[in-house]
């Protein structure tokens, strides 16, 4: 008999008849998830669950108990609770690798475009505010030959840091918990303590996972360590900062501006005080969202999955305790 699993994500259809091949799947939208007795009734059975920002705690994992995997369709796993995983001996695993250029070109154009302003410039001429010549309350920040400061030179990081050395002849700062001596040589990186790296840079790209030692990692004594002409990035998760802190900053003109594509709050809130700045360049939480990517995240976790519940280690196990030989 075909194992049981639960998709809380909308696969393709390429990958979803693989899945289909091998195992029983029913699938569930993340806004229907909530006192759904058909959710309830298809974990009780689950053997496999796998899904997008899923929350998976004790709460959860109470209601599938035969639950020998989830597979998280993203390389940040924030959202899973893996002592409550590995408690169970449930095996947890992610997407790592296949998203990495996508993330970097998706922050690269966040950065240019909060750098040069895009959004208020394109707002400006679709408006038919583009009347005559424009003056210097228009122009943006060069991005070329300044200096970034990368915290979290992970394999994102990296490829952020590719672009800027390579592409931008930018002079790369990073911070991470530790030093990343092939990227120093190829990307002539140099390892600063973080408040150095704050204090130095030209644009501050924050990429490190949002973890219990990363939460809340930049709040305003950090914010206030920055240039008042630094603009800052977010790629890695709303709560690694104390997003109060950071608009207090922007409003106290601290630093000039800020990209985010990730919130404390996702989706974020009609009052969130950032939508109305001009100076803050947002994005729906989409560093990987192009069509190849998201099917490679997809398939991979489609394989972690399947290879787990084949009695296989997957490539990308995270919770290594569970995995006996
Ligand atoms: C990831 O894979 O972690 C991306 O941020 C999408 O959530």
């Not at 030093?179 to 390892?191: D, I, L, P, Q, S």
Request: a negative charge; proline letters at 3%; aromatic letters at 6%.
């Amino acid at each position: 008999m075909k194992k049981k699993v639960v998709s809380v994500y909308r696969f393709e259809d390429d990958v979803l008849n693989r899945l289909e091949e091998e195992v029983d799947v029913t699938l569930f939208n993340k806004e229907d998830i909530n006192e759904n007795p058909e959710f309830t009734a298809a974990l009780q059975e689950a053997h496999g669950i796998i899904g997008y920002g899923l929350e998976i705690n004790d709460s959860l994992l109470d209601k599938a108990p035969n639950a020998e995997i989830f597979s998280n369709v993203s390389v940040g796993y924030n959202n899973l609770n893996i002592d409550a995983l590995t408690k169970r001996n449930i095996m947890a695993t992610n997407t790592p690798g296949v998203l990495d250029e996508t993330v970097a070109d998706t922050m690269f154009g966040l950065l240019i475009a909060t750098a040069r302003r895009m959004p208020e410039l394109d707002h400006y001429v679709k408006s038919h505010q583009w009347t005559g010549d424009l003056t210097s309350d228009f122009y943006g920040t060069d991005v070329h030959h300044k200096t970034i400061g990368i915290i979290g030179l992970g394999r994102i990081g990296e490829a952020i840091a590719n672009r800027a050395h390579h592409g931008f002849h930018m002079n790369v700062l990073y911070h991470n918990r530790s030093r990343n001596e092939e990227a120093e040589k190829k990307f002539n990186a140099t390892y600063k303590e973080l408040d150095d790296l704050l204090k130095e840079s030209d644009f501050v790209v924050l990429m490190t996972p949002l973890t219990a030692s990363t939460e809340g990692v930049l709040g305003a004594r950090e914010f206030s360590l920055m240039k008042e002409s630094a603009i800052f990035i977010n790629g890695s998760r709303g709560k690694t900062i104390v997003e109060k802190d950071l608009i207090q900053a922007l409003q106290q003109k601290e630093i000039k501006a800020a990209g985010l594509d990730v919130f404390e709050q996702e989706p974020v809130q009609k009052d969130n005080p950032l939508l109305d700045m001009p100076n803050v360049v947002t994005l729906p939480h989409i560093g990987s969202a192009t069509y190849a990517t998201e099917h490679a995240m997809s398939e991979l976790a489609c394989e972690n999955l399947l290879a787990g519940l084949r009695g296989e280690k997957p490539s990308c196990l995270i919770n290594e305790a569970v995995w006996k030989d």
